[in-house]
Nanobody, 123 residues
Framework: VQLVESGGGLVQAGGSLRLSCAASGGTFNDYYMGWFRQAPGKEREFVAGISWSGARTYAVGPVKGRITISRDNAKNTVYLQMNSLRPEDTAVYYC?????????????????WGQGTQVTVSS
């Protein structure tokens, strides 16, 4: 499975961004999908996850309440809508695919990763 993220960029604090992750090379709805982020000097951390059908979503940490994860299986794409962005949200955002129906927040639980997209929030 190949994953390609897009939609990152520079935004002012309080602004919004919508990240996309297009998948190819596999059966998209066989995969649990996750979004992670990694800020400079920090470990990669789980942001949100979504079940194969989109019926169950999870978000954790300081972004919870400000983000929405969704997927369109017809388009083989998962999205991350981020609102009320803060400078501390600055990071490289990665999408990841897990060939399982069970969710996980661990980096090691995902087999496939995109190259990442940079999100920079200015104050």
């Amino acid at each position: 499975v190949q994953l390609v993220e897009s939609g990152g960029g520079l935004v002012q604090a309080g602004g919004s961004l919508r990240l996309s992750c297009a998948a190819s090379g596999g059966t998209f709805n066989d995969y649990y999908m996750g979004w992670f982020r990694q800020a400079p000097g920090k470990e990669r951390e789980f942001v949100a996850g979504i079940s194969w059908s989109g019926a169950r979503t999870y978000a954790v940490g300081p972004v919870k309440g400000r983000i929405t994860i969704s997927r369109d299986n017809a388009k083989n794409t998962v999205y991350l809508q981020m609102n009320s962005l803060r400078p501390e949200d600055t990071a490289v955002y990665y999408c990841a695919a897990r060939p399982s129906l069970r969710p996980t927040m661990t980096v090691s639980g995902y087999d496939y990763w995109g190259q990442g997209t940079q999100v920079t929030v200015s104050s």
